[in-house]
């Protein structure tokens, strides 16, 4: 139980409960805020994992060109993808407890004499989406097609996908 800002919460909900002479009934256990702060850490979660996966990946593979880049989305909180070959994975927090996977290919600047306008990022297949579910005593679960989702499987099981998609 490494994380005490539940605990942070109940202290401010106390005090406020002394200020006020009113009690909170749902002091400490904030949903929304909760579903938020869990989401976020579930993708700077799975973000370190694909860096430390993608790097041990380039280095057994010993290139420096085609390797796997793992880039934040700008303007955003966690957001990252992976990029290689113009084959692009992305993940992003569509909204607190959900986090949609998609693979997309840039083809611009691929194709010798192709001009950026006749090539054109393109989604490749539909996305994918984590789903957090709440769990018994307010556990929150990870899910994909309700069964439960363990991150290190879903990393594996992306980086290969990417790594076969992204193959020239």
Do not use: C
Not at 37 to 44: D, N
Not at 114 to 130: H, V
Request: glycine share 8%; proline share 1%; net charge negative.
């Amino acid at each position: 139980m490494n994380d005490l800002s539940w605990i942070k919460d109940l202290v401010r909900a106390e005090k406020e409960m002394e200020e006020s002479g009113m009690v909170d009934i749902g002091a400490g256990f904030d949903t929304d805020r909760t579903l938020q702060s869990e989401s976020f850490k579930y993708l700077e979660n799975l973000k370190s994992q694909f860096v430390e996966s993608a790097s041990a990946f380039n280095q057994m593979r010993g290139l420096s060109v085609g390797g796997v880049k793992i880039y934040g989305i700008s303007n955003t909180h966690t957001d990252f993808m992976l990029f290689r070959n113009g084959f692009k994975l992305i993940f992003s927090l569509k909204r607190p407890g959900e986090i949609s996977i998609r693979f997309s290919f840039q083809g611009a600047g691929l194709i010798p004499g192709a001009n950026a306008s006749e090539t054109s990022s393109e989604d490749i297949g539909s996305e994918d989406l984590i789903q957090a579910r709440w769990g018994a005593f307010g556990e929150l679960a990870w899910v994909y097609r309700d069964k439960q989702v363990k991150s290190d499987y879903l990393v594996r099981y992306y980086l290969s996908r990417f790594i076969k998609e992204s193959t020239k």
